[in-house]
């Protein structure tokens, strides 16, 4: 689970332009009604829908097709010495595989209890 941490944080939009996603967002905004938890949505190229991602939330998805392509829109660039993540086992997100394929980089990342946020949650996205 993905993102940057101010002053870099994104804000993204995301939508699956070839094959099919499980995409999934995480509330890391401290003070938010929604603090922790996630919402899934599935992305088919077939029946094309963008997911608005405001900066606070971390993001990931799973591949539920041979292959596929992500588009991604962000509001900052790639910016190295703010690139974050949270485990992608911590959140208690069904993803509904038990041996996915996970980079070392992702394997090492922080769980979500462990994770000091930086985001606040302000009442707006």
């Known amino acids: 689970m993905h993102f940057q941490v101010p002053p870099a944080d994104l804000v993204k ?4 332009a070839t094959g099919r996603v499980l995409d999934v967002v995480v509330d890391l905004r401290v003070g938010s009604p929604t603090y ?7 992305l088919d190229a077939a029946a094309p829908e963008i997911v608005y991602i405001p900066a606070g939330l971390a993001h990931g998805f799973l591949v539920l097709s041979t292959e596929s ?8 660039d790639y910016a190295p010495k703010s690139d974050s ?4 086992d911590s959140c208690g997100i069904a993803w509904g ?8 980089r992702d394997d090492a990342l ?6 000091a946020s930086p985001f606040r949650y302000s009442g707006q996205s």
Request: hydrophobic share 45%; charged share 15%.
């Open 36 to 42: 922790g938890q996630h919402e899934a949505f599935i």
């Open 85 to 88: 993540g949270i485990r992608w």
């Open 110 to 115: 922080p769980r979500l209890a462990d994770f």
């Open 13 to 16: 939009t995301v939508c699956c």
């Open 97 to 104: 595989v038990t041996n996915p394929v996970v980079s070392e």
């Open 69 to 76: 392509l992500m588009l991604y829109q962000v509001t900052h």
